[in-house]
């Protein structure tokens, strides 16, 4: 058994304790494999070039983005080569690496209005002919870490159930998705999977969107979105097959 068969049959009978077999079923059947992502060595299996903070790697001859005069942040480098096969689920290119770009905290862009569609950006670019590229002048340069990473099986938050499978049990899958999580003490960095709601739901029910990446608050890398909240990438799956990232969207979410 794999490990995310493993996973998935603890989360069946974990929630058959506290709803019963049916509904655990059905929540389970719903689950979704992401790839955590720890700085942590001991956390995963090492994941190419990826890393948190660092130089971009860029295609050659791109202009730095900005939003309102400011230059982003370089966020982290994702190394699809590494990631792509963590994660068949997610229709991710398997060559290639992805620059998370965000603004600067105290800009505090929330995607919720459409003016700060600049705040945000994700680049890909082919490592053989990628650019090094320091941030630009006094933009902050977030410490490089290495990125390990793992499968980690996702459930849907309930705000993110259909209606119709979240019942009259929200108390009872509380209390499962509590002891879930018990063992969850790194901050829930991931690339694909569901996310980890914290004021309502980020992904329509069309089925049609994805969560490309979830990058949480992380007080070893310094980073603290609004009141310990976090970022979700957003990208329509027709986007993502055709690995057109210029069209990501961004929600922050905070306490």
């Not at 956390?43 to 939003?67: I, K, M, N, Q, Y």
């Not at 209005?113 to 340069?141: F, L, M, N, Q």
């Not at 993110?160 to 969850?184: H, I, Q, T, V, W």
Request: aromatic share 6%; with cysteine.
């Amino acid at each position: 058994m794999s490990g995310t068969e493993q996973q998935r049959e603890r989360v069946r009978q974990t929630l058959t304790e506290h709803v019963g077999a049916a509904e655990a079923e059905r929540i389970t059947a719903l689950a979704a494999t992401s790839v955590a992502l720890s700085t942590h060595s001991e956390a995963g299996a090492p994941l190419g070039v990826s890393r948190f903070g660092g130089d971009a790697l860029l295609p050659p001859d791109t202009t730095w983005p900005e939003h309102e005069s400011r230059a982003l942040e370089l966020l982290a480098v994702l190394d699809l080569t590494a990631l792509a096969p963590l994660n068949p689920e997610l229709p991710l290119p398997h060559h290639g690496v992805l620059n998370f770009c965000y603004a600067p905290a105290e800009q505090l862009v929330t995607g919720l209005d459409p003016g700060e569609s600049d705040g945000w950006r994700v680049i890909h670019a082919d490592p053989a002919t990628a650019v090094r590229t320091a941030p630009p002048g006094e933009t902050k340069r977030h410490h490089e870490r290495t990125l390990h990473g793992r499968p980690l099986l996702t459930v849907p938050d309930l705000e993110d159930l259909p209606p119709d499978e979240a019942g009259e049990l929200p108390d009872k899958l509380l209390d499962g998705y509590r002891e879930l999580r018990d063992d969850e003490n790194e901050p829930a960095h991931r690339i694909g999977g569901w996310p980890d709601l914290i004021q309502g739901p980020v992904l329509e029910n069309s089925g049609k969107e994805l969560l490309l990446a979830q990058l949480d608050s992380d007080d070893r890398m310094d980073w603290c979105w609004g009141d310990s909240g976090s970022l979700y990438f957003l990208i329509e799956e027709q986007d993502l097959k055709a690995g057109d990232f210029s069209r990501v969207w961004l929600e922050m979410q905070c306490c």
